[in-house]
């Protein structure tokens, strides 16, 4: 695509904009090339590493590691998931707060991890396990396997499961919620033997598994206005259920809201998007992104094989409201004439075909180039046989493209600018997302970050700087809890002695005095929570008082039988009087009430002689001494 050639006073100000931004390296002060949209553009914005231990803190950016997942609730608050970049760069998280990217957790980090928002505080991550789960010598796979919820600033929970187990849970690909307490998460086909594909559901109170029994694997989840969709991967032998065996296979799916049965729907597109004699397993499974107006998918032929022999071609589809379309494919474009498989048919290195990475649908701008009319239109990243071979140094490849099958940008990242001022290729597209008209970014397989935006968006991004604690807290966060659904380690025998050394007792030249042995004073700890106190305010709002003996998180539960009816989040509260407060609802009345707690810090400790003392429980305990089990009516 050509660009006009921008004047000297403009070269000036989106020079002055750059050094702003926290430009990398030689990029600070290097103007970019005007454009018909508003002077979009992309560019290097790469975030110095974190500080190290030590207090030094370079001025030399690096990749971050492989990032899993970037994804914005505003333009101005972003997250990304990194496996790290060992030892400058920790796996964990990191936020963009409108002015640059920092460092906010050195948990939770994944291989290739996924992001969920479910509030404008709160957020979920599929993570790496931890070592130490499973005490066997030839542990399990550890990658994308757990769940982390992010609220307020801090790591309220964590999910995992033992290994080798029926109920153990599979690596997750996809990731999307609903609401605060309507979130999935989807993966990998269940264990040998098993018919579906692993999946999570979190329904404000618990994590629960809910296999899909249509057993393909899940590899996409988008919310899409009101409505939840997951994309899946076909493959021959997967293991499906009689029912699922007998019908078609459906590569999108749509996920009912709560309370709704069956939760999976397979949904049929109503347009071909395989070409003529393709098998299903064909075609890769869609990458999705939701625009405005519709839900975009992107799908890369898959591997020939037995089953499927013949050579699909990179697939994009639209649907909305009024149906889906095909963008491009093999009912749109001519043999030969797909915008990105140049020549179907063509394996190897040298295959000039691209495949897609990633798809990132962009809000529609006031306007499209010369006084266009504005549609909704969705960048591709993409990569090729040669491109591949190039890496760690390959470039990235991105194109725009537009909801009627127009390729209006191509663009091979750093730009040819960007070269000549000394930055080099930066690794292939890997993943893509727009928050706003002209604002996408762009993260590579090495980890870094390109981002598209106009001086009009930059200015306003540093003129309203997300300044909210939850992402901008003076420390990234440094703990994670323990996962639920995974018991504690206990030692089977205490720790081998080796404070002396070797070797015979040295000769005494005095007779030996026996001394008498006080006996040691024993200490045990004093009761984490005391002084509990309930009552309830106008009928419906039970307040819960107490005393706490050291920090600790506490969550209240009401429960109804077996069945949670309502809880408060998990808090964390210091030592000394604190309270909870817990709307409660007359249909549904609890039978009880019940504490979840979990020390933070140590606890107290007081002598055993000659008084008597309750040791501390960190998990989970019941409060039986509650008049809630009579029905509504005034508390103690």
Request: net charge negative; aromatic share 6%.
């Amino acid at each position: 695509m050509s660009r006009a050639t921008s004047p000297r006073s403009l070269v000036a100000l989106l020079g002055l904009l750059l050094a702003l931004a926290g430009g990398a390296g030689p990029l600070a002060g290097m103007a970019r090339a005007e454009e018909p949209d508003g002077g979009a553009s992309w560019h290097l914005e790469q975030p110095l590493p974190p500080e190290l231990p030590n207090g030094t803190k370079s001025t030399t950016p690096i990749g971050l590691g492989r990032i899993g997942d970037i994804e914005f609730s505003a333009p101005n608050r972003g997250l990304l998931i990194t496996a790290g970049n060992p030892p400058t760069i920790p796996a964990g998280i990191w936020a963009y707060n409108g002015v640059s990217w920092h460092e906010l957790a050195k948990v939770c980090g994944a291989t290739d991890g996924r992001i969920a928002w479910s509030g404008p505080d709160e957020f979920w991550t599929v993570s790496d396990g931890r070592a130490g789960q499973s005490n066997i010598e030839n542990p399990p796979p550890l990658a994308d396997n757990t769940l982390c919820h992010f609220a307020n600033g801090e790591v309220a929970a964590s999910y995992g499961s033992l290994a080798f187990l029926p109920t153990s849970y599979q690596a997750m690909h996809g990731a999307a919620c609903l609401a605060p307490d309507d979130c999935w998460f989807g993966g990998d086909p269940l264990p040998q033997g098993q018919a579906g594909a692993f999946q999570l559901h979190w329904d404000g109170h618990s994590v629960s598994e809910k296999p899909n029994p249509q057993g393909h694997a899940v590899e996409d989840l988008r919310r899409f206005g009101d409505e939840l969709y997951e994309s899946v991967r076909i493959k021959s032998d997967d293991v499906l259920s009689e029912e699922e065996s007998a019908s078609d296979p459906s590569v999108l799916h749509l996920i009912e809201p709560n309370g709704f049965q069956p939760p999976f729907v397979s949904l049929s597109l109503g347009v071909p998007i395989y070409a003529s004699g393709e098998f299903p397993e064909a075609l890769d499974f869609l990458h999705l992104s939701a625009g405005e107006s519709a839900l975009w998918g992107a799908a890369d032929p898959a591997l020939p094989s037995p089953e499927s022999p013949a050579h699909g071609e990179l697939t994009v589809i639209r649907t909305n409201a009024g149906g889906a379309t095909q963008i491009v494919g093999p009912t749109t474009d001519p043999e030969g004439e797909n915008p990105f498989t140049k020549q179907p048919g063509t394996e190897g290195v040298h295959s000039p075909n691209e495949a897609v990475s990633a798809i990132a649908a962009e809000p529609p701008g006031e306007e499209e180039g010369e006084g266009t009319p504005a549609g909704e239109s969705a960048w591709l990243g993409l990569t090729s046989g040669p491109n591949t071979a190039q890496e760690p140094a390959a470039p990235a490849l991105v194109s725009r493209l537009s909801s009627g099958g127009v390729v209006s940008q191509r663009e091979q990242l750093p730009t040819g600018a960007e070269e000549a001022a000394g930055v080099g290729p930066k690794g292939a597209a890997d993943k893509l997302t727009c928050p706003a008209p002209h604002d996408c970014w762009l993260a590579t397989r090495q980890g870094w970050l390109f981002h598209l935006t106009t001086p009009a968006g930059r200015s306003a991004e540093l003129a309203n700087p997300d300044t909210d604690p939850a992402f901008n807290g003076p420390q990234p966060i440094t703990f994670r809890p323990e996962d639920e659904g995974v018991p504690a380690v206990v030692p089977d025998a205490p720790p081998v002695d080796n404070s002396g050394l070797p070797g015979e007792a040295p000769a005494r030249t005095v007779p030996l005095v026996e001394v008498p042995t006080p006996e040691p004073e024993l200490r045990t700890p004093v009761p984490l929570l005391s002084n509990i106190r309930t009552r309830l305010i106008h009928g419906t709002t039970l307040e819960l008082r107490f005393r706490l003996a050291a920090r600790a998180r506490v969550k209240l539960l009401a429960k109804r039988g077996a069945r949670v009816v309502a809880s408060t989040p998990m808090k964390t509260f210091a030592a000394g009087n604190r309270s909870l407060t817990l709307r409660l609802d007359k249909r549904r009345w609890p039978t009880k009430l019940a504490l979840q707690t979990h020390a933070l810090a140590p606890v107290p400790t007081v002598s055993t002689r000659g008084a008597s003392s309750t040791t501390v429980s960190t998990g989970f305990a019941t409060l039986n001494r509650t008049p809630l089990l009579s029905g509504p009516g005034p508390l103690g």
